[in-house]
């Protein structure tokens, strides 16, 4: 059975920063992509960070700078340190496993963890 669990979530003032997990069993972690989405309310599900199984980066143009993904194959955990957070960063915020085949896409989603950027 796969799992992701997320965790560091948080209340944070503005200018905080906070360092969310998410640690993955079930799957062979060093050869899945990570990424970590967010989900603000009303809003769609917008990806923020995305590492390669060679840990190659890719952001988002707002969190550029600010946001560091990270992963430790060792502890199959991945990582997103957030920085100089605004109050429009505040999300649910996903952690998300994929890996494409020839045949298939495998996908497999964390509960989530709660990011509020507040004063």
């Known amino acids: 059975q796969v799992q992701l669990v997320e965790s560091g979530g948080g209340l944070v003032q503005p200018g905080g920063s906070l360092r969310l997990s998410c640690a993955a069993s079930g799957i062979d972690f060093s050869i899945y992509a990570m990424r970590w989405f967010r989900q603000a309310p009303g809003k769609q599900r917008e990806l923020d960070a995305h590492i390669t199984s060679s840990s190659s980066t890719n952001y988002k143009d707002s969190v550029k700078g600010r946001f560091t993904i990270s992963r430790d194959n060792a502890k199959n955990t991945v990582y997103l340190q957030m920085n100089t957070l605004k109050p429009e960063d505040t999300a649910v915020y996903y952690c998300?496993?994929?890996?494409?085949?020839?045949?298939?896409?495998?996908?497999?989603w964390g509960q989530g963890t709660q990011v509020t950027v507040s004063s």
């Open positions: 998300n496993a994929v890996r494409f085949t020839t045949s298939a896409k495998h996908d497999y």
